[in-house]
């Protein structure tokens, strides 16, 4: 039985072929290292101003939000990752007088030409079927988390807060205090609001006290650093 002999030759990779593809790897190795390396570095002073100015995080927490959120950035800038890469591989082969040489021994362009075509066709193919859902994946985690500690955040301040409001038929007054000292029995970072009825009926707001810390007694506030406001 005789074989058959493939008429597609150029699906085979000889010596040139491998060396350019080397090359090329090797640029865009590096070109894919810098875009990253800045991304990750934006991405994580931007989470730390955003989330961690909200909540209290570790730089292990930020550092995992970051490689949840990074990827998808990444993978929207690989199309200049290529380009760059590939553009600096010829560069530096050019600059070697390689390509000169190839030329002069009679080598055909497409032979340095096709391999990094194919190349970013095949990274490009795996880029869409597998990297982009993971991507996409990894990213929605990501904002699922940062609502979350986001939301913990709003909560947290909210339950801190204390509301009171007290007054008579004359005379409302409504007291919002940052938060409470349960052991000493006094509010801190207190603001009272102070509303008075005129003879119609009719509430206005008078008067807006502040205070550092406020303690009951007797029936009165006793109040420290206190500074008001008539209106």
């Known amino acids: ?98 390509l000169i040489a190839m030329r002069a021994a009679g080598v055909s362009a497409w032979r340095f030409v096709l391999p990094a075509a194919g190349a970013a066709f095949v990274f490009g193919v795996i880029t869409v079927a597998a990297l982009g859902p993971l991507a996409a994946s990894a990213d929605g985690l990501f904002q699922r988390e940062r609502s979350r500690l986001s939301g913990s955040a709003v909560a947290g301040e909210a339950e801190q807060a204390v509301w009171i409001r007290e007054g008579d038929d004359t005379r409302q007054m409504v007291i919002r205090a940052a938060r409470q000292d349960r052991a000493n029995a006094r509010l801190l970072g207190v603001s009272f609001f102070i509303y008075t009825n005129d003879s119609a009926g009719l509430r206005t707001f008078s008067e807006r006290i502040d205070a550092a810390s406020a303690t009951l007694g007797n029936g009165r506030w006793r109040l420290v650093d206190a500074v008001g406001a008539q209106i």
């Open 1 to 98: 039985m005789s074989r058959i002999a493939l008429p597609v030759p150029w699906l085979r990779l000889g010596r040139i072929e491998r060396y350019v593809l080397v090359q090329q790897a090797r640029s865009l190795a590096i070109a894919l290292g810098v875009i990253a390396a800045l991304i990750m570095l934006i991405d994580f002073v931007e989470i730390s101003r955003g989330v961690g100015s909200d909540v209290d995080l570790s730089g292990a927490r930020i550092l995992g939000l970051m490689l949840l959120k990074s990827p998808q950035v990444i993978l929207q800038l690989l199309p200049f990752v290529f380009l760059f890469g590939t553009l600096a591989a010829f560069v530096g082969l050019n600059r070697r007088s390689e």
